[in-house]
């Protein structure tokens, strides 16, 4: 453990608990995706199937159960106890498109043909494009929430962190995960205008950051 990877840790459960936040404090789940929640939860689920087969320590444990917990409540939140706040009109990205070429690949590319492999390899996948129905909503809404702003960028400082996690790693224990280094650069540069008008526009004041509109 690295001071990298803790804080990336930190930053993805303070994205995390700062949206689970702002739909219970406001009671509306107005302005997120639910399809991006869903497969983030599909993310963690894939992912944290060593829970039941190895351990690895009480912090890798705790903050897997925590992500588990958080992801399916946020779900809940969205699905059921606010749906009618939940703005499936804009929530419209076609999940179809990502959760077909990831399985695809992770049959294709992977480290070992074993269930659990390709079930990891599959959450590494998914969660570089997780994000796609978040930011096509924002973008065909023409404007975000500074609240929701804030777990974005939270999420993508997250992605970030890993990033410089792996390369210390690289220097200092010679470790290269390539599957999981190339799909977080593929996230992170999702996150790249998003972080630029964060900067811009959200922390100078401005209680919501508007969009450019699609054509």
Same mark, same amino acid.
């Given at each position: 453990?690295?001071?990298?990877?803790?804080?990336?840790? +930190?930053?993805?459960? +303070?994205?995390?608990? @700062?949206?689970?936040?702002?739909?219970?404090?406001?009671?509306?789940?107005?302005?997120?995706?639910?399809?991006?929640?869903?497969?983030?939860?599909? +993310?963690?689920?894939?992912?944290?199937?060593?829970?039941?087969?190895?351990?690895?320590?009480?912090?890798?444990?705790?903050?897997?159960? +925590?992500?588990?917990?958080?992801?399916?409540?946020?779900?809940?939140?969205?699905?059921?106890?606010?749906?009618?706040?939940?703005?499936?009109?804009?929530?419209?990205?076609? @999940?179809?498109?990502?959760?077909?070429?990831?399985?695809?690949?992770?049959?294709?590319?992977?480290?070992?043909?074993?269930?659990?492999?390709?079930?990891?390899?599959?959450?590494?996948?998914?969660?570089?494009?997780?994000?796609?129905?978040?930011?096509?909503?924002?973008?065909?809404?023409?404007?975000?929430?500074?609240?929701?702003?804030?777990?974005?960028?939270?999420?993508?400082?997250?992605?970030?962190?890993?990033?410089?996690?792996?390369?210390?790693?690289?220097?200092?224990?010679?470790?290269?995960?390539?599957?999981?280094?190339?799909?977080?650069? @593929?996230?992170?540069?999702?996150?790249?205008?998003?972080?630029?008008?964060?900067?811009?526009? @959200?922390?100078?004041?401005?209680?919501?950051?508007?969009?450019?509109?699609?054509?």
């Amino acid at each position: 453990m690295n001071v990298f990877r803790l804080a990336g840790d +930190v930053s993805h459960l +303070v994205a995390i608990i @700062v949206l689970f936040l702002k739909i219970w404090r406001s009671r509306s789940c107005a302005g997120i995706s639910g399809k991006s929640q869903v497969l983030f939860a599909l +993310v963690f689920t894939t992912r944290y199937l060593d829970l039941f087969t190895s351990f690895i320590s009480i912090y890798n444990t705790v903050m897997k159960v +925590v992500f588990l917990v958080l992801a399916y409540a946020t779900v809940y939140l969205i699905y059921m106890r606010f749906r009618n706040s939940y703005d499936s009109e804009n929530d419209s990205f076609r @999940v179809e498109f990502l959760l077909v070429p990831v399985a695809g690949l992770s049959f294709l590319e992977n480290y070992a043909f074993t269930p659990l492999e390709i079930l990891w390899t599959f959450s590494i996948y998914l969660e570089s494009v997780a994000i796609l129905p978040q930011l096509f909503m924002i973008t065909k809404t023409g404007e975000a929430e500074s609240i929701t702003t804030h777990y974005l960028f939270f999420l993508g400082l997250y992605r970030a962190l890993y990033l410089a996690n792996w390369v210390w790693r690289y220097h200092t224990e010679g470790f290269f995960d390539q599957i999981a280094v190339v799909s977080g650069v @593929v996230q992170t540069i999702f996150y790249c205008d998003f972080f630029y008008l964060y900067f811009t526009r @959200v922390l100078r004041g401005s209680g919501k950051m508007s969009l450019p509109m699609p054509v």
